[in-house]
């Protein structure tokens, strides 16, 4: 099975191909590929390796060529939920599976399976290329992760929500990606919009990592103004024929002289 060594940078998903019906490259049997990409998971948790091949034989369906089909989100999503259907025992009531697209994303990062194409909502497996597997995510141990929880005082540090409004996710403040190890420093708190958020901002980016407003937002993020003075702002610097950006900055800078001066710093 030929594989493809590619840089350690973050993946990027492939535009989507032309369908194929019956070709495959070099071969290819899809069974015997399915089980030895399968049996070299390197994900710990059982069920994520069972919902990685839910995912590849629905991409890659049985009779079908690479590229393959064409397939929607909620198709990937209904594949996942109707396995779960059919393990389901009965003893908790169900609920369908939320995290389905974290799973195609690693996928492509920690398993390689670099060949999925992705437009918009649509996924494509376009090749059967892999790359080098990445080591896989850790889970933080309760107490730790209640000690992050506890340092951004149960917030998400980016949209200031918090539970139950939310629903938090460990992130890793820089992606191990570019660099980022797993000690407790460089760990937040991120909500699932924000976590997804940070998540195709990072796709391909190149800035630095260490003042990012998505990796550091205790300190970089915008500062949020009220709706009110927002308005009042804007009629301001309307009035004056003024940026209202540059108005902001006056004012605070005026802020810090009044303070240096009433200090005698």
């Not at 080098?132 to 933080?140: D, G, N, Q």
């Not at 308005?231 to 301001?236: F, G, K, N, T, V």
């Amino acid at each position: 099975m030929a594989t493809e060594r590619k840089s350690r940078g973050r993946q990027k998903f492939l535009p989507l191909a032309p369908v194929s019906e019956q070709e495959v490259p070099g071969n290819i049997n899809r069974e015997v590929w399915l089980e030895e990409v399968c049996q070299k998971f390197v994900c710990p948790s059982e069920a994520n390796k069972s919902y990685y091949r839910v995912l590849l034989e629905e991409l890659w369906p049985a009779g079908h060529g690479i590229p393959g089909p064409r397939v929607k989100e909620e198709e990937l999503r209904e594949a996942i939920n109707r396995f779960r259907r059919n393990q389901h025992l009965g003893t908790q009531p169900y609920k369908p599976y939320i995290d389905v697209f974290r799973r195609l994303r690693e996928l492509q990062g920690e398993e390689g399976i670099t060949g999925i194409g992705r437009e918009g909502k649509t996924y494509q497996l376009v090749s059967l290329s892999l790359s080098e597997k990445r080591v896989p995510r850790i889970k933080l141990s309760d107490l730790d992760w209640l000690r992050i929880l506890e340092t951004y005082q149960h917030r998400c540090p980016v949209c200031n929500r918090s539970e139950p409004e939310v629903r938090f996710q460990q992130d890793h403040k820089i992606p191990r990606t570019r660099g980022g190890g797993n000690e407790l420093s460089n760990w937040q708190p991120l909500c699932d919009e924000c976590n997804n958020f940070k998540s195709t901002s990072c796709r391909g980016c190149q800035l630095e990592c260490e003042i990012c407003s998505w990796a550091f937002p205790e300190r970089f993020a915008p500062l949020r103004l009220s709706s009110d003075n927002i308005s009042r702002l804007r009629q301001i610097a309307a009035s004056t024929n003024s940026d209202p950006h540059d108005l902001l900055n006056q004012i605070v800078t005026c802020f810090f002289l009044n303070q240096a001066s009433e200090t005698g710093e």
